[in-house]
């Protein structure tokens, strides 16, 4: 009959950051140098160690590696965000994994133009609005169509809206192809390259007002 060694494993792994301060200091250096390398930061690599921090940055520099700034960090964790998100991984995913918080994570993604932001949302909207509403259909079905709650909302988005939805809806009554528009400006496209992908004069875009 083989012994059960289950819990002397697991009594093992609870013990092991405090018997690092038995490991002789080259393992130690080089565990810590291979935790950096990895990304984490010093006051993670302390905290899972059970280290001092300045203990940490001392043998990351006795060992000569080139510390992060704060910039290089958030860039570091930026491109960890970019990669998961690329990967599949929703934002409350990505921020949970990465010990971020959901804002940190959205804001990133839209800095780096993998999702728009509220504002940018909202004038997509305004823009599908308008062209639904300059075809006919009523708010009640605008509100669906848009992923709203209710018509309330639907008034709310308009009334709270920078963009001057009259003056649009009446100059845009012969363009089908008003979202589309919008989508390629938020996308970066030029005004110049727009017009000649729509067939349209650049004045008449500067006067919708939502460029």
Same mark, same amino acid.
């Given at each position: 009959?083989?012994?059960?060694?289950?819990?002397?494993?697991?009594?093992?792994?609870?013990?092991?950051? #405090?018997?690092?301060?038995?490991?002789?200091?080259?393992? !130690?250096?080089?565990?810590? #140098? &291979?935790?950096?390398? *990895? @990304?984490?930061?010093?006051?993670?690599?302390?905290? &899972?160690?059970?280290?001092?921090?300045?203990?940490?940055?001392?043998?990351? /520099? &006795?060992?000569?590696?080139? $510390?992060?700034?704060?910039?290089?960090?958030?860039?570091? +964790?930026?491109?960890?965000?970019?990669?998961?998100?690329?990967?599949?991984?929703?934002?409350?995913?990505?921020?949970?994994?990465?010990?971020? $918080?959901?804002?940190?994570?959205?804001?990133?993604?839209?800095?780096?133009?993998?999702?728009?932001?509220?504002?940018? =949302? &909202?004038?997509? !909207?305004?823009?599908?609005?308008?062209?639904? /509403?300059?075809? @006919?259909?009523?708010?009640?079905?605008?509100?669906?169509?848009?992923?709203?709650? *209710?018509? +309330?909302?639907?008034?709310?988005?308009?009334?709270?809206? $920078?963009?001057? #939805? $009259?003056?649009?809806?009446?100059?845009? /009554? =012969?363009?089908?192809?008003?979202? *589309?528009?919008?989508?390629?400006?938020?996308? @970066? =496209?030029?005004?110049?390259?727009?017009?000649?992908?729509?067939?349209?004069?650049?004045?008449?875009?500067?006067?919708?007002?939502?460029?």
């Amino acid at each position: 009959m083989e012994p059960n060694n289950q819990g002397d494993e697991a009594l093992l792994e609870e013990n092991i950051p #405090v018997m690092l301060e038995n490991v002789p200091l080259n393992e !130690r250096d080089a565990l810590i #140098v &291979e935790m950096y390398e *990895d @990304g984490l930061s010093t006051y993670e690599i302390a905290i &899972e160690l059970e280290l001092n921090r300045h203990t940490v940055s001392r043998v990351l /520099k &006795e060992n000569k590696i080139e $510390t992060r700034t704060i910039a290089d960090y958030h860039k570091f +964790k930026h491109e960890d965000i970019e990669d998961l998100f690329n990967r599949g991984k929703s934002k409350h995913e990505i921020a949970k994994e990465l010990g971020l $918080t959901y804002y940190t994570v959205r804001k990133v993604l839209e800095d780096r133009g993998f999702i728009r932001n509220r504002k940018d =949302k &909202e004038t997509l !909207r305004i823009a599908n609005y308008v062209q639904m /509403k300059n075809r @006919g259909y009523d708010n009640e079905a605008i509100s669906i169509y848009l992923g709203l709650n *209710d018509v +309330k909302q639907l008034n709310k988005l308009i009334r709270n809206s $920078t963009v001057n #939805v $009259t003056a649009v809806r009446q100059k845009t /009554k =012969k363009i089908e192809s008003l979202p *589309d528009i919008v989508r390629d400006r938020l996308e @970066g =496209k030029t005004i110049h390259d727009i017009s000649m992908k729509y067939n349209l004069y650049i004045y008449l875009l500067k006067f919708y007002y939502l460029f």
